[in-house]
T-cell receptor, first 113, second 112 residues
C-alpha cells in the first residue's frame, strides 16, 4: 500500500526566495512519484514525475524534485519564487504505472512581494 | 492539448435531490476518474473506469454511483444528496498505459 505525507499545509516565501515543499512517501514497491499544481479555480496539472530513471527530476516552470530512497522523500524545490507560483501543490504516489494514484493533503504556497 | 471539461463550475442542490455531474474528455483516453477534494484531505478517489461500461470503486464510493456509456464521458451520480457531500469534485482522465492524469477544472457542489 502507498501513502503520502506533506509537511506543512501552508508555506509562505518571499518573492525571489527558495521554495521548498516537503513530501514523504510510503510504498511497499518501488514508487512512481508525482507533483501536481493547482492554481486558483483550476484543476490539477502535472508539474513533474519520477518513474525510476534519474533521481533528480526537472519539471515545468523551473521546479525540480529529488528522489531520495533512503529518506523516502521527494521534496519539491525552486531556486527563486515568483508571484505566479502561488498555488496548491500536491505530492502523489503510485505503485506502478497502472496503479491508483494516492494524493497527499496538499501544501498551499503563498508568495509575498 | 488534452481537454477535460466538467458540466458545471458551481452547483447548489438540496438534501435528497439526485445530482448528476458530467465529465467529458476529448483525447480518447481509456481511463477516467472521479475525485473529491476537501481541505486538509487532498484528493480522494470515488470511482474510476478503465473502459466503457466498466467501473471500479475507489476509496470512498458510498453514496455515489457512476456511468460510462461512451468512452469520452464519465458521469458521477449522487443518488440522494446529503450535506456531507458538499465538496469540490474533480474529474480526470489518462491513457491506458500512462500514469499521468489530466484534470478538469472542478465542480464545486453545495448541498443545502
Amino acid at each position: 500500500a502507498q501513502s503520502v505525507t506533506q509537511l506543512g499545509s501552508h508555506v509562505s516565501v518571499s518573492e525571489g526566495a527558495l521554495v521548498l515543499l516537503r513530501c514523504n512517501y510510503s510504498s511497499s514497491v518501488p514508487p512512481y512519484l508525482f507533483w501536481y499544481v493547482q492554481y486558483p479555480n483550476q484543476g490539477l496539472q502535472l508539474l513533474l514525475k519520477y518513474t525510476s530513471a534519474a533521481t533528480l527530476v526537472k519539471g515545468i516552470n523551473g521546479f525540480e524534485a529529488e528522489f531520495k530512497k533512503s529518506e523516502t522523500s521527494f521534496h519539491l524545490t525552486k531556486p527563486s519564487a515568483h508571484m505566479s507560483d502561488a498555488a496548491e501543490y500536491f505530492c502523489a504516489v503510485s505503485g506502478t504505472s497502472y496503479d491508483k494514484v494516492i494524493f497527499g493533503p496538499g501544501t498551499s504556497l503563498s508568495v509575498i512581494p | 492539448d488534452v481537454k477535460v471539461t466538467q458540466s458545471s463550475r458551481y452547483l447548489v442542490k438540496r438534501t435528497g435531490e439526485k445530482v448528476f455531474l458530467e465529465c467529458v474528455q476529448d483525447m480518447d483516453h481509456e481511463n477516467m476518474f472521479w475525485y473529491r477534494q476537501d481541505p486538509g484531505l487532498g484528493l480522494r478517489l470515488i470511482y474510476f473506469s478503465y473502459d466503457v461500461k466498466m467501473k471500479e470503486k475507489g476509496d470512498i464510493p458510498e453514496g455515489y454511483s457512476v456511468s460510462r456509456e461512451k468512452k469520452e464521458r464519465f458521469s458521477l451520480i449522487l443518488e440522494s444528496a446529503s450535506t456531507n457531500q458538499t465538496s469540490m469534485y474533480l474529474c480526470a482522465s489518462s491513457p491506458r498505459t500512462s500514469d499521468t492524469q489530466y484534470f478538469g477544472p472542478g465542480t464545486r457542489l453545495t448541498v443545502l
